[in-house]
């Protein structure tokens, strides 16, 4: 579990974190959720260590982050995996130089063997077993999120930051990166946390959600629990979405709710494959 105790920060005196107290739970994806420009990108580098708060604490499975000795904070960030916005992928290194880069990094120990077995695992593990050979020019959008995800995880971490893991995708890819993220998370037990500002990542992913406007965190709680806030700016939030609104209603006037919608089409999708000529 991560705790993140009042963090403040600001820039040339414009306060952009304003006090933010939230957990991150072990096991789950927990999102940070919010509009362009409310802190969230700011608040994840505050907790990895890329920017220093101004006021507050960071706390990794009981240990402090914050303001530590530079040996117990080092030992924390070897834990941790990004997946940055856009990829972050080296272009002149191959898929399999990309996601072995974190391991001769970071566990200098690993021969190149055992080394050649874990980039193997993680490509197999995203689905990308056949594209160790090629250059992130050469790959799609979705195929470089995958890179991402396979270089985070490489180094067996604790903890995986996700920062709009969706951006730049089309909305069938960014369902399939979400439940990549989700799976993981849940197959490792992985303290994942994922920025986001897309109503889809929040029904698909989100166990546990945190809202945060104006540098503030004005709500948290689960994606069942969500639709029902009476928080005024994340309802706005929420329903500034036309699809969202005309959810809510089906969820209203159906029995069984939109979870009963929900399932129907999913299952067809599934099956489909599996009945020739269809
Ligand atoms: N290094 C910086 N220096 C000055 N202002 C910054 C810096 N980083 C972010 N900001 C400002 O902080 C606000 C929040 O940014 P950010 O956390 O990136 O928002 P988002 O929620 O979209 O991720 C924005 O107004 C941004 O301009
Ligand atoms: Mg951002």
Redesign the pocket.
């Known amino acids: 579990m991560i705790e993140v105790h009042n963090i403040q920060k600001s820039?040339?005196g414009n306060p952009?974190l304003r006090g933010i107290s939230c957990t991150f739970e072990t096991g789950k994806c927990n999102l940070l959720l919010?509009g362009?420009?409310?802190?969230?990108?700011?608040?994840l580098q505050c907790i990895v260590g890329l920017m220093k708060p101004d006021i507050g604490s960071i706390t990794f499975d009981g240990t402090v982050f914050t303001n530590n000795k530079v040996d117990i904070k080092q030992e924390i960030r070897r834990k941790i995996g990004m997946l940055f916005q856009g990829g972050a992928l080296f272009d002149s290194m191959t898929v399999y130089e990309n996601t072995e880069f974190p391991l001769k990094m970071l566990t200098p120990e690993m021969t190149r063997e055992e080394r050649r077995d874990r980039v193997e695992f993680c490509l197999k593990r995203v689905g990308l077993e056949n594209a160790g050979n090629k250059m992130p020019s050469e790959i799609s959008g979705g195929m470089k999120k995958r890179v991402g995800i396979a270089r985070a995880i490489a180094p067996n971490c604790t903890y995986l930051f996700c920062d709009e893991p969706n951006s730049g995708l089309d909305p069938a890819t960014s369902i399939k990166i979400d439940e990549l993220i989700h799976e993981i998370t849940h197959e490792y037990g992985i303290t994942t946390v994922v920025?986001t500002h897309d109503m889809n990542s929040v029904v698909e992913i989100g166990d546990h959600i945190i809202f945060?406007h104006k540098g503030q965190k004005l709500w948290d709680g689960n994606k069942d629990e969500i639709l029902n806030t009476t928080v005024p700016e994340l309802k706005e939030f929420i329903f500034s979405s036309s699809l969202v609104r005309a959810a809510k209603k089906v969820d209203e006037e159906t029995e069984g709710g939109l979870a009963a919608v929900v399932e129907e089409p999913l299952k067809e999708t599934e099956e489909a494959p599996k009945t020739p000529n269809s």
């Not at 362009?36 to 608040?43: E, H, I, Y």
Request: aromatic letters at 8%; zero cysteines; charged letters at 5%.
């Open positions: 820039f040339n952009i919010g362009s420009g409310t802190g969230k990108s700011v608040l920025i945060l």
